[in-house]
């Protein structure tokens, strides 16, 4: 009787936080937007959340670049098709790797920080301050940071594949010895716009919208406690890097399957 | 209120992600400005045209002039129909070109090998919107070995 309970606790907490979460993002969202005002907010955030997420995503792209064409050439050497080194490494990074593993970072560097920050502006009461002047922190504080993280993470995508593209060159054709022009033929020949660059763009703008908006509910429902902080972030992140997977299977499919 | 420095990283982050977008359409899928310049179509009916698809290139001694942009099946006698979508930079070919379907290699893909008949003043040139008499259908692995086993048949 105790575990049926539990399991009915469970699932109706989980709907009803489903729900909040929906109720905060479209209120958050859905009202006029005021250039004037909200572009400055916009901004400071575009610089928290992208241009400080840029330096760990030029790093770990060049290095997963890297790898994938050592790796790969080992393996395809063997068959005499080192050829094929270009379009695999271009292929996986596109397809796969740019849009996951930037999402993973993202969560972890600013999807957390992101939660923390709003965590403690609701412990310390500053959103509650915020109400009694009057102004509504959904549009001062969520919006903006809602708006940085989806633009934020599809740019931080492609920069990804694109150093890791420039990565596997450095290793595959100035290290390896792979032709250059083959390196670049092939793979442009693989390599489809639509097929390959579009999916890879709109896998992560999912991601973006759904890592922003468990960062930015976790910190907006938070226990306002100092456990209750650390416990959001933590959710953030296991969260995010779980839903961020799931999805991306989901996606897959529907994209690459048919 | 927000500081240059800040607008000035902002700007540089949005412009590389902008160049990376770019980059990858242009450098690695080859795709885009590049490939949408002027172009014209022309027709060609195949008996068979194996493994030819959509977006396939078509190639004159190697040189790529043009992709195939459509195969449909025609509706009176069921011969497959394919669309070959020509740079316009090639034009004046003659009414004597002929089609085959050819194979990358022996196991590779399949591309529409075009072959410039001869010119003069009695041949005309094709125009946009022709269709190719002299076709090839591609050869079918299945059925040269179907054939060669038939012949061998028939010679005991």
């Known amino acids: 009787m105790k575990q049926i309970h539990f399991l009915g606790q469970q699932t109706v907490n989980l709907i009803s936080g489903l729900g909040r979460a929906v109720i905060m993002l479209t209120s958050a969202l859905m009202h006029r937007p005021n250039v004037r005002k909200g572009l400055p907010l916009l901004l400071t955030q575009l610089y928290a959340v992208g241009v400080q997420s840029l330096i760990i995503i030029l790093v770990s792209g060049t290095f997963i670049g890297m790898v994938l064409a050592l790796q790969g050439y080992t393996i395809l050497v063997g068959y005499g098709a080192e050829a094929s080194l270009g379009p695999m490494v271009a292929l996986s990074l596109l397809r796969e790797l740019g849009p996951v593993v930037s999402a993973l970072l993202f969560a972890g560097r600013a999807g957390s920080a992101l939660t923390a920050e709003i965590g403690l502006m609701k412990a310390t009461e500053q959103l509650s301050s915020l109400e009694m002047m009057a102004v509504d922190p959904l549009r001062r504080v969520i919006a903006p940071r809602f708006w940085a993280g989806f633009i934020s993470l599809p740019l931080l995508a492609a920069i990804f594949s694109m150093v890791g593209i420039l990565g596997a060159h450095l290793v595959g054709v100035d290290w390896l010895g792979v032709d250059g022009g083959t390196f670049w033929s092939v793979m442009q020949a693989q390599v489809d716009f639509q097929g390959d660059i579009l999916n890879g763009v709109i896998k992560s703008l999912f991601f973006a919208f759904v890592v922003t908006w468990i960062a930015v509910y976790k910190g907006y429902s938070c226990d306002p406690t100092s456990e209750g902080i650390s416990r959001a972030t933590t959710a953030t992140v296991v969260q995010s890097s779980l839903v961020v997977l799931g999805l991306d299977f989901i996606l897959t499919a529907l994209m690459f399957a048919g | ?156």
């Open chain 2, 1 to 156: 209120m927000v500081s240059k420095k800040i607008e000035l990283m902002v700007g540089f982050f949005v412009a590389l992600g902008i160049v990376a977008i770019l980059v990858l359409s242009l450098k690695v899928a080859d795709s885009g400005i590049s490939g949408n310049g002027e172009t014209y179509d022309l027709y060609a009916k195949f008996d068979n045209i194996g493994g030819l698809k959509v977006r396939s290139p078509i190639k004159v001694g190697g040189v790529v002039v043009g992709r195939v942009s459509n195969i449909v099946l025609d509706e009176e006698d069921y011969t497959p129909v394919v669309t070959l979508n020509i740079y316009a930079q090639y034009k004046n070919f003659s009414e004597a070109t002929s089609v085959s379907i050819l194979t990358a290699g022996l196991l590779g893909e399949q591309f529409i090998g075009l072959h410039p008949g001869f010119m003069d003043e009695s041949v005309e040139t094709l125009l946009p919107g022709d269709f190719i008499e002299d076709t090839k259908p591609a050869l079918v692995l299945e059925e040269l070995i179907g054939q060669f086993l038939f012949s061998q048949g028939s010679d005991d």
